[in-house]
DNA sequence: AAACTCATCAACCGCAAATGC
DNA sequence: AGCATTTGCGGTTGATGAGTT
């Protein structure tokens, strides 16, 4: 019937927002000794005050110790083009095929650093595109290319791919310090393990 | 130094599929 | 078979830090 009752977004009670230490090492704990399971009634047993989804998130994308943050490597760039010109927006199939990455993560750092490059690579085409239209305009009538160009598709990346690597030695340097970086914010995911190792539980 | 803009990313939401009863 | 619940996915938003004016 009413499919919120599951998220109960609507309970006072429940939590939202960033994920406090105290909330992650709960989540850490109970899962180290209980193992992942139903995640709604996981949250009400280790006493945490959120939605199964949210704790699902939480350790799928953050806290899992396999989860790799920070440093896409070039060639992790260019598997996510290739894949993501084969399947599209299959984040979850596409992070299957980048050991540690996430779909979460994959799905911004798209969203954020190729689709930009991307439109403006688009827009660099559509520009010169234009300036010979404009020119061949003058001895033909067709209208075609009128059609914007929708999404993704396998050709549209084929000339991409070549200068988009190559334009690509000003990203491996930011993603050299990214997994720093993003460590900074609050604490590293290895000193949370390594506080695990210490608790023993 | 302050105000503003932009880029990034963590987290939420809604929906559909899967699963259990 | 039908309903309820849970899980998983993809899109979107909001907070925040970095960069610019």
Request: hydrophobic share 30%; charged share 25%; net charge neutral.
């Amino acid at each position: 019937m009413d499919k919120k009752q599951c998220n109960t977004s609507q309970d006072p009670e429940v939590r939202k927002g960033p994920w406090t230490m105290e909330e992650d090492l709960i989540l850490i704990n109970y899962i180290a000794n209980h193992g992942e399971g139903v995640w709604n009634s996981l949250a009400k047993a280790a006493g945490l005050k959120r939605t199964g989804k949210s704790c699902r998130l939480r350790w799928l994308n953050y806290l899992r110790p396999d989860v790799r943050r920070g440093n896409i490597t070039p060639e992790e760039q260019l598997l996510i083009m290739e894949l993501h010109a084969k399947w599209g927006n299959r984040w979850s199939k596409i992070a299957k095929h980048l050991p540690g990455r996430t779909d979460n993560e994959i799905k911004n750092y798209w969203r954020t650093r190729i689709q930009k490059h991307i439109k403006q690579a688009e827009n660099f085409q559509q520009q010169s595109n234009s300036e010979i239209n404009d020119h061949q305009a003058s001895t033909s009538q067709v209208s075609t290319m009128a059609e914007p160009v929708e999404t993704y598709s396998s050709p549209c990346y084929q000339g991409m791919l070549e200068p988009f690597s190559t334009q690509f030695p000003t990203i491996p340097d930011q993603s050299s310090c990214c997994s720093n970086d993003n460590n900074n914010n609050y604490w590293s995911m290895e000193d949370f393990w390594s506080m695990q190792l210490l608790n023993g539980d």
